[in-house]
């Protein structure tokens, strides 16, 4: 078993930033691909970022791309996504998840959620206009 726990979330203005984190413990070895997702109000949950265990190619929906960076510690088993340039769009429940997969599963699937087994319970993100 995995359990993740979201932080970081919070209030902030457009074009601020955030940081969010996701503290993993348990079994570590499902853990090898790690990303974030978002769910907006009346939305499907959506795929923002993805990482293998290595830390190379991650992936990201093209919507965060060039203002959002994954990031990963494996040592203290925990994945970062750090937002900046926040538009009123991004505002979402955010959610941390892992699964077990090669690099080029998670660079492949890495953003879609039916691929991942375990998941966090979420940090919220307002971002106001």
């Known amino acids: 078993q995995v359990h993740l726990v979201e932080s970081g979330g919070g209030s902030v203005q457009a074009g601020g930033s955030l940081r969010l984190s996701c503290a993993a413990s348990g079994y570590t070895n499902s853990m090898s691909c790690m990303g974030w997702f978002r769910q907006a109000p009346g939305k499907e949950r959506e795929g923002v970022a993805a990482i293998h265990y290595g830390g190379s190619s991650p992936v990201y929906v093209d919507s965060v791309k060039g203002r959002f960076t994954i990031s990963r510690d494996n040592a203290k088993n925990a994945v970062y996504l750090q937002m900046n340039s926040l538009k009123p769009e991004d505002t979402a429940m955010y959610y941390c998840?892992?699964?077990?997969?090669?690099?080029?599963?998670?660079?492949?699937?890495?953003?879609?959620?039916?691929?991942?087994?375990?998941w966090g319970q979420g940090t919220q993100v307002t971002v106001s206009s």
């Open positions: 998840a892992a699964v077990s997969a090669s690099s080029n599963y998670c660079y492949t699937f890495g953003l879609l959620v039916p691929r991942y087994n375990y």
